[in-house]
C-alpha cells in the first residue's frame, strides 16, 4: 500500500505560504492543501513549489466569514484564481463544506461547484452519514461536475465515536479509488483540534494505518494541522514521519528524519529574529 502524504500550508503570523512552503520543499513534500491565503502570495509560491500535486480548501463561514454560496465577489475571484492557476499547481480537487451562509445562494453555490476543478464535499463534526449523503446526493443532483468525497476522520471521531472508521459503502467506494481523499489530525470527541499526530487528543490514531491497508488506500491522505507556535512545527514533522511509514515511503522517511534536527535549528533561528524583531518595536 502507497498513497500520497500531505500537509496543509497557509499563512501562519508572520509567516507567508511561500515561507511555509520553502520549509515543505526541504523536506521534499509531495502534496500541499492550500487555503486561500494562497493567492495573494503565489507569485512567490511557484517560485518555490515543486510538488506532485495540490489541491485547495474554499473558504468556509466559521473562519472565513463566507463560503461558496456567500455573495461576496471574493467568491468568484478565488475561482478565476483556481482555475488560472489549476495546471501548473496540478490542483487535484477542492475541498468544500456545506455552505451555512444564512445570506447565502443555494443556486450560486451549485453553479461554482460547476466550475471548480473536482470539487470534495467534507463531511462535518456531528453530521450522521446519513445526513451527510443526503447533502451529496442532493449536490449531485444539481450539479454537472463529478463530485468527490473527502473523509475528514476527526469529524468522524466527534460523530461517531469508537465506529468513526465504519464508512458507507458509497463513501467507501470513493476512498478506494486513486482519487481518494482524507483528512487526518489528531483531536478529540468534543472538538476539532488538527492537532499534530499521537501528541494532545483521544483519538485513537492505531488504528488508521489498519483501516487504510484493508481498504487498500492509493489516493491522498492530508494532515490538516493548525500550529499555534514555532515549537508545534517539530510535532508536524514528526507526525508526516509517521504518515511516511505509513504510506510505505521508507526512503523518503529516512531523508526527513535526518533532516529534521537541520530544519528546527533554521525554524529556532526564524523564532528568535522574530521574537527580537517583535520587542525592538
Same mark, same amino acid.
Given at each position: 500500500?502507497?498513497?500520497?502524504?500531505?500537509?496543509?500550508?497557509?499563512?501562519?503570523?508572520?509567516?507567508?505560504?511561500s515561507?511555509?512552503?520553502?520549509?515543505g520543499?526541504?523536506?521534499?513534500?509531495?502534496?500541499?492543501?492550500?487555503?486561500?491565503?494562497?493567492?495573494?502570495?503565489?507569485?512567490?509560491?511557484m517560485?518555490r513549489?515543486?510538488?506532485d500535486? !495540490?489541491?485547495i480548501?474554499?473558504?468556509?463561514?466559521?473562519?472565513?466569514?463566507?463560503?461558496? #454560496? #456567500?455573495?461576496?465577489?471574493q467568491?468568484?475571484k478565488? @475561482?478565476?484564481?483556481?482555475?488560472h492557476?489549476?495546471t501548473?499547481m496540478?490542483?487535484?480537487?477542492?475541498?468544500?463544506?456545506?455552505?451555512?451562509?444564512?445570506?447565502?445562494?443555494?443556486?450560486?453555490?451549485?453553479?461554482?461547484?460547476?466550475?471548480l476543478?473536482?470539487?470534495?464535499?467534507?463531511?462535518?463534526p456531528?453530521? #450522521?452519514?446519513?445526513?451527510?449523503?443526503?447533502?451529496?446526493?442532493?449536490?449531485?443532483?444539481?450539479?454537472?461536475?463529478?463530485?468527490?468525497?473527502?473523509?475528514? @476522520?476527526p469529524?468522524?471521531?466527534? !460523530?461517531n465515536?469508537?465506529?468513526?472508521?465504519?464508512?458507507?459503502?458509497?463513501?467507501?467506494?470513493?476512498?478506494? #479509488?486513486?482519487?481518494?481523499?482524507?483528512?487526518?489530525s489528531?483531536?478529540?470527541?468534543?472538538?476539532?483540534t488538527?492537532y499534530?499526530?499521537?501528541?494532545?487528543?483521544?483519538m485513537?490514531?492505531?488504528?488508521?494505518?489498519?483501516?487504510?491497508?484493508?481498504?487498500?488506500?492509493?489516493?491522498t491522505?492530508?494532515?490538516e494541522?493548525?500550529?499555534r507556535?514555532?515549537?508545534?512545527?517539530?510535532?508536524?514533522?514528526?507526525?508526516?514521519i509517521?504518515?511516511?511509514g505509513v504510506?510505505k *515511503?521508507?526512503?523518503?522517511?529516512?531523508?526527513?528524519?535526518?533532516?529534521?534536527?537541520? @530544519?528546527?535549528? *533554521?525554524?529556532? *533561528?526564524?523564532?528568535?529574529?522574530? *521574537?527580537?524583531h517583535?520587542?525592538?518595536?
Amino acid at each position: 500500500m502507497t498513497f500520497h502524504t500531505g500537509i496543509t500550508v497557509q499563512a501562519i503570523g508572520d509567516l507567508t505560504p511561500s515561507n511555509v512552503v520553502d520549509l515543505g520543499m526541504a523536506i521534499n513534500l509531495r502534496h500541499i492543501e492550500f487555503d486561500p491565503s494562497v493567492f495573494p502570495d503565489i507569485s512567490n509560491v511557484m517560485q518555490r513549489l515543486r510538488t506532485d500535486q !495540490t489541491s485547495i480548501h474554499a473558504p468556509y463561514m466559521e473562519d472565513y466569514k463566507m463560503d461558496l #454560496s #456567500s455573495q461576496s465577489p471574493q467568491i468568484d475571484k478565488l @475561482i478565476q484564481d483556481i482555475n488560472h492557476w489549476k495546471t501548473r499547481m496540478n490542483i487535484i480537487g477542492v475541498v468544500v463544506h456545506p455552505p451555512l451562509d444564512a445570506g447565502g445562494d443555494m443556486g450560486k453555490f451549485y453553479d461554482r461547484l460547476d466550475l471548480l476543478p473536482f470539487p470534495l464535499l467534507e463531511n462535518m463534526p456531528y453530521q #450522521s452519514w446519513e445526513d451527510f449523503l443526503e447533502f451529496f446526493d442532493t449536490t449531485q443532483s444539481n450539479v454537472n461536475n463529478p463530485l468527490g468525497i473527502c473523509f475528514d @476522520i476527526p469529524h468522524s471521531f466527534i !460523530t461517531n465515536g469508537e465506529q468513526f472508521l465504519d464508512v458507507p459503502d458509497k463513501v467507501l467506494r470513493h476512498l478506494k #479509488s486513486p482519487t481518494g481523499y482524507i483528512h487526518i489530525s489528531g483531536g478529540t470527541s468534543e472538538e476539532d483540534t488538527h492537532y499534530p499526530l499521537l501528541t494532545d487528543g483521544n483519538m485513537p490514531f492505531q488504528v488508521v494505518p489498519r483501516f487504510l491497508q484493508r481498504i487498500s488506500f492509493r489516493g491522498t491522505v492530508t494532515m490538516e494541522l493548525y500550529p499555534r507556535s514555532f515549537q508545534d512545527i517539530d510535532k508536524i514533522l514528526r507526525s508526516y514521519i509517521i504518515m511516511l511509514g505509513v504510506s510505505k *515511503k521508507r526512503i523518503h522517511k529516512l531523508s526527513v528524519q535526518i533532516k529534521r534536527p537541520f @530544519i528546527m535549528r *533554521k525554524i529556532n *533561528k526564524m523564532a528568535s529574529a522574530k *521574537k527580537l524583531h517583535s520587542e525592538k518595536k
